[in-house]
Nanobody, 127 residues
């Protein structure tokens, strides 16, 4: 059984940085596209970032470009989301997700294409 466990969330001030980690167990993720999504109170879950199995392709939502970076370490079965220059509007529960295939382009940004999900980690940015 595949399990994804996020960590690294917390309460920070605007302008601060956080690094989220997603540790995967039960299956190697070396052939999977991995993604991060977030959901703020009263809003739908939205795409944040994705990385291809090799790490050669990354996708970022326009709202986080230039501030967030996604990376992965297949040897550690772990994916990271480095978040810099955080803003209050980044406040949300952040979810890690694994697609059972390697996604290219638009499909990598769509939650419906991800098979496995973590429980989420809360990120709160105060102004």
């Amino acid at each position: 059984q595949v399990q994804l466990v996020e960590s690294g969330g917390g309460l920070v001030q605007a302008g601060d940085s956080l690094r989220l980690s997603c540790a995967v167990s039960g299956r190697t993720i070396s052939s999977y596209t991995m993604g991060w999504f977030r959901q703020a109170p009263g809003k739908e879950r939205e795409f944040v970032a994705a990385v291809s199995w090799s790490g050669s392709r990354t996708y970022l939502a326009d709202s986080v470009k230039g501030r967030f970076t996604i990376s992965r370490d297949n040897a550690k079965n772990t994916v990271y989301l480095q978040m810099n220059s955080l803003k209050p509007e980044d406040t949300a529960v952040y979810y890690c997700a694994a697609a059972a295939v390697d996604l290219v382009g638009q499909p990598a940004t769509e939650a419906k294409n991800y098979r496995y999900w973590g429980q989420g980690t809360q990120v709160t940015v105060s102004s």
